[in-house]
T-cell receptor, first 112, second 113 residues
Framework: KQEVTQIPAALSVPEGENLVLNCSFTDSAIYNLQWFRQDPGKGLTSLLLIQSSQREQTSGRLNASLDKSSGRSTLYIAASQPGDSATYLCAAFSNSGYALNFGKGTSLLVTP | EAQVTQNPRYLITVTGKKLTVTCSQNMNHEYMSWYRQDPGLGLRQIYYSMNVEVTDKGDVPEGYKVSRKEKRNFPLILESPSPNQTSLYFC????????????FGPGTRLTVL
């Protein structure tokens, strides 16, 4: 079964800093990898989807990369803002199943 | 506006009282699924549906039922809720194949006393 791990579990940075969130997965046979944002008590907002044939995707200040051979994905946030404070989840969709396998998330706090 | 809606958003109930959480999407998506989110365990899939009348179990299906009679709706049924089903529930949908971008509903916070 696909196992997805996110490190660190929590991160606090000052406003304006660039940061990287890490995600690793055990089974490289994936269809895609999706990054989500979750605000406290709220739903999941899709940030970026990287198909298995892609190496990276960009949206505004966000850039996500995918390296299937090493089983890793990173989410890069440029010029962080307090409004970026949330939990970030990565999820891999494996070839062998019909579900997104989620990591437990990285809780990000951006301080003014 | 393209969206996945869930009702109710919050529910407190008692053990054994049957309940249904509704999920509806307006994007004509074929694939729909239910997840539950628990502290320390993350999100886990309960059931999924590839299309109308096609459903299958996810990782944690015990105690739940689903049906897919219409493309837009995918209700989650708890026939006899128990306290261990207290959780935050999410419905998701995607177009075409199940591995396309998933869109999630706002969540339903269920407490079973």
């Amino acid at each position: 079964k696909q196992e997805v791990t996110q490190i660190p579990a929590a991160l606090s940075v000052p406003e304006g800093e660039n940061l990287v969130l890490n995600c690793s997965f055990t089974d490289s046979a994936i269809y895609n990898l999706q990054w989500f944002r979750q605000d406290p008590g709220k739903g999941l907002t899709s940030l970026l989807l990287i198909q298995s044939s892609q190496r990276e995707q960009t949206s505004g200040r966000l850039n996500a990369s995918l390296d299937k051979s090493s089983g890793r994905s990173t989410l890069y946030i440029a010029a962080s803002q307090p409004g970026d404070s949330a939990t970030y989840l990565c999820a891999a969709f494996s070839n062998s199943g019909y579900a997104l396998n989620f990591g437990k998330g990285t809780s990000l706090l951006v301080t003014p | 506006e393209a969206q996945v809606t869930q009702n109710p958003r919050y529910l407190i109930t008692v053990t054994g009282k049957k309940l249904t959480v509704t999920c509806s999407q307006n994007m004509n998506h074929e694939y729909m699924s239910w997840y539950r989110q628990d502290p320390g365990l993350g999100l886990r899939q309960i059931y999924y549906s590839m299309n109308v009348e096609v459903t299958d179990k996810g990782d944690v299906p015990e105690g739940y039922k689903v049906s897919r009679k219409e493309k837009r709706n995918f209700p989650l049924i708890l026939e006899s809720p128990s306290p261990n089903q207290t959780s935050l529930y999410f419905c998701a949908s995607s177009s075409g194949a199940s591995y396309n971008e998933q869109f999630f509903g706002p969540g339903t916070r269920l407490t079973v006393l």
